[in-house]
């Protein structure tokens, strides 16, 4: 699968996350204390932007309704089971890329 550049690594602090977009998917991209991560950008729930959600940790809580996602799996930490799709992100000097 290519790597596509979705952001450079000075765009995001730790703590912060942004939506992205790569070959037309909408994304999150996250900063975990300089580590990258990237889901999904669209809630399971009712399709809240979770780029634009609050980072905690490794957590991320999606603006519209509060669920919460594990950012390094895509886990949903509500009761269900539910999940949004990861992708491995890859630092390449300051651009950050992600497989898709």
Same mark, same amino acid.
């Given at each position: #699968?290519?790597? +596509? =550049?979705?952001?450079?690594? &000075? *765009?995001? !602090? %730790?703590?912060?996350?942004?939506? @992205?977009?790569? !070959?037309? =998917?909408? /994304?999150? /991209?996250? !900063?975990?204390?300089? &580590?990258?991560?990237? +889901? ?8 809240? %932007?979770?780029? $634009?959600?609050? /980072? *905690?940790?490794?957590? @991320?809580?999606? %603006?519209?309704?509060?669920? *919460? ?5 895509? $886990?949903?930490? #509500? ?8 992708? =491995? @992100? *890859? @630092?390449?000097? =300051?651009?950050?890329?992600? $497989? +898709?």
């Amino acid at each position: #699968m290519p790597l +596509i =550049k979705i952001a450079t690594t &000075t *765009e995001l !602090n %730790p703590g912060q996350g942004k939506p @992205v977009v790569a !070959n037309g =998917k909408p /994304l999150a /991209l996250f !900063n975990v204390a300089g &580590t990258f991560f990237c +889901i999904d950008n669209t809630c399971c729930h009712v399709g809240g %932007p979770l780029g $634009e959600g609050s /980072l *905690e940790g490794t957590t @991320v809580v999606c %603006p519209w309704h509060g669920w *919460e996602f594990n950012v390094t799996t895509g $886990e949903c930490l #509500m009761p269900g089971g539910a999940k949004v799709q990861s992708y =491995k @992100v *890859e @630092v390449q000097g =300051k651009d950050v890329l992600v $497989e +898709i």
